[in-house]
């Protein structure tokens, strides 16, 4: 049986890469990590280049040593701009989650999520067709 999709997080939060891996791999998902949008931006595209592209990718909208969400998503829509991307925070009032729309994203994960918000949210983004 194949998993039911291809899943990029990227967080530089441990404790919320463990939380994801876990539900996502429950969820029958297969999932890649990375800590800042460089490491994102790098595995995303080796993967596409390899022929195994993420279905959808989450990235955080902050990350204090590296390239966050919003840095990160620009430079995802040059490479792939199909991309199916999720801005995830705990910032709900921030623009880039209050309008992630404008921002290049497809969808909003506010933080900290629960599994049937995770499994619904992933659930729409991978039945939206590809730009």
Do not use: C
Request: no cysteine; hydrophobic share 40%; aromatic share 6%.
């Amino acid at each position: 049986m194949s998993a039911r999709g291809k899943v990029l997080v990227m967080d530089d939060e441990q404790i919320i890469l463990d939380m994801t891996r876990e539900v996502l791999k429950f969820l029958d998902y297969d999932v890649m990590f990375a800590k800042d949008g460089l490491a994102a931006i790098d595995l995303y595209s080796r993967e596409k280049a390899a022929g195994a592209p993420f279905d959808v990718v989450i990235l955080d909208l902050s990350v204090p040593s590296g390239l966050g969400g919003k840095e990160t998503i620009v430079q995802l829509r040059k490479i792939d701009p199909g991309v199916k991307a999720v801005i995830s925070s705990g910032y709900s009032e921030d623009p880039a989650v209050r309008d992630f729309s404008n921002h290049g994203f497809d969808e909003k994960l506010t933080k900290p999520y629960k599994i049937h918000d995770l499994k619904n949210m992933l659930e729409q983004i991978m039945n939206k067709p590809r730009a």
